[in-house]
């Protein structure tokens, strides 16, 4: 009985490697729903699995903030059942918090919480009849802490976050297994397709020059840890693997050691000044990566 994996945000990035990775698989013992938005990307798709998906891929169309296309979507699946549903699809918004749209902050929860919440509603009642399934969900070191000018950004990941830790409490009793991916920066298009207030964007001028000052300093870092820091996707998708091949596994895998000591440092001084101070300094004066 071959394995039905379901992934949305396949025109790029970590979803088509995932997509690609099981559909070449040569045990052929996945079938890939690889989704996405919209279908007039899927040559990239097409292109990467060239030719070895005959009989192991098929792409379909589901926007995670539209029920119809999930419900669409779920009507197509041949085997009317879905074994490993991997919540994928994601947006970055970055800039002071002053230049972001109350439109645009919606659009990321819809797209990050909201997408992830009704995907898994879509595909869990059957999950739970059959007693059987696997949700993963593609997490964000955002998720796990603060970064400066992501402040939206990392409240949706965070949420995603505090919904997956709830449902797999109750999720024990129906032998389905959650788990978040948590990654660092990867070298996807996911910084292009974010939205980003520009240095020159004139709404900047309405917000106060330190700041502004700030985020400057801030777009370096960012600039900086992604040369320093970045994954390819092979490295995230062999985690997935990991965490798809594993009998039991673990709520959340941790795809970069580079952030674990932030991360630790969060959990154990609770009261959050160190982590702030830790954070300051590591965003805004000049360092290496590696010193953390
Ligand atoms: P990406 O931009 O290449 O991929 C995101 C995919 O989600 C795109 O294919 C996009 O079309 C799709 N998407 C956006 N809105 C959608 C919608 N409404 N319905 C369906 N699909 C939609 O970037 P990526 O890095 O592959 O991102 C995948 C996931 O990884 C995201 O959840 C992101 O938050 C997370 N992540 C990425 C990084 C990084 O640095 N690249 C870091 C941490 C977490």
Known sequence: DKTVVLITG??????????VRLA?????????????RNLSKKERLLECVRGCHEDTMEILQMDVTDQLS?????????????????CNAGAGLMGPVETLSYETMKQIFDIN????????????????????????????VGGLQGIPFNDVYCASKFAVEGFCESLA?????????????????VNT????????????DPRLQHVDPETTQLYQKYLQHCERVFEEAAQDTEEIVQVFMDA???QFPSLRYYTNSTFLPLTKLKLTMEDGTQYIKAMNKFVFSTHKTGDF
Do not use: W
């Open 244 to 246: 798809i091949g594993a």
């Open 24 to 36: 070449s698989d040569t045990s052929k013992a996945f079938i890939v729903y690889a989704t996405m």
């Open 189 to 200: 298009n996911f910084m292009t397709n974010l939205q980003r207030t520009d240095p020159e």
């Open 113 to 140: 919480l909201f997408g992830t919440i009704c995907t898994i509603q879509a595909f869990l009642p059957e999950m739970k009849e059959r007693k059987s399934g696997r949700i993963i969900v593609t997490g964000s």
């Open 10 to 19: 396949c025109s790029s990035g970590i979803g088509l490697g995932l997509a």
């Open 70 to 86: 999930i419900q669409a979507a779920k009507q197509r699946i041949k085997e009317k059942k879905v074994d490993i549903l991997v």
């Open 169 to 185: 409490i109750l999720l024990q009793h129906f032998n389905i297994h959650i788990s978040l991916i948590e990654c660092g920066p």
